[in-house]
């Protein structure tokens, strides 16, 4: 069984229609919630987003609170979601692949607690997928040996195979 990370990159495309929606819309309908996790801070870099597109004009008024009570509802007080925050040692040794991947200091915690939870279910018989529209983490995890989902260049064959 696979687990899946959802980085704000792509846990927004469930909120805001984006390239990779419909492919996040099917991994939300096939998956249980309780094979979610995402960084805890994760969740307010996808307000952020939703915020920005409002402002922007992309959101009405009535639709942003909408969104925003869908985004509490199935991640953020969805007791099922795992909400990861790391550990200090996680973030301290998270800098090395800043400088190794050229990631951004977000991305490298991202990375590095991925890499801890595949080593977590790997003992236990089961993967990580790192989900993300991220090209540079994507690499970075890739290069790792994270299994990784681009929604926005994958296929739903390759979801529907990691599933």
């Known amino acids: 069984m ?3 990370w959802l980085d704000a990159s792509a846990l927004v495309k469930r909120y805001v229609f984006e390239t990779g929606t419909p492919l996040i819309n099917h991994l939300f309908n096939q998956a249980s919630p309780s094979l979610f996790l995402c ?3 994760g969740i307010g870099e996808t307000v952020s987003i ?3 597109r409002k402002n922007q004009g992309v959101l009405t008024p009535q639709a942003y609170r909408q969104v925003l009570s869908e985004l509490r509802s199935e991640i953020s007080q969805n007791a099922d979601v795992e909400k990861v925050y790391p550990a200090r040692a996680q973030v301290t040794t998270s800098w ?3 400088e190794k991947h050229s990631l951004n200091s977000t991305d490298s915690i991202i990375l590095q607690c991925a890499l801890d939870k595949a080593d977590e279910f790997r003992a236990d018989g089961h993967d990580l997928v790192l989900v993300s529209s991220d090209a540079r983490l994507i690499r970075a995890a890739i290069t790792a040996g994270i299994l990784t989902f ?3 260049t994958d296929a739903q064959a390759k979801l ?3 599933l």
Do not use: K
Request: zero cysteines; a negative charge.
């Open 39 to 41: 960084l805890l801070e």
């Open 96 to 98: 090395l692949l800043i």
């Open 160 to 162: 529907d195979s990691l």
């Open 2 to 4: 696979n687990f899946f």
């Open 50 to 52: 939703v915020v920005r």
């Open 150 to 152: 681009n929604p926005e």
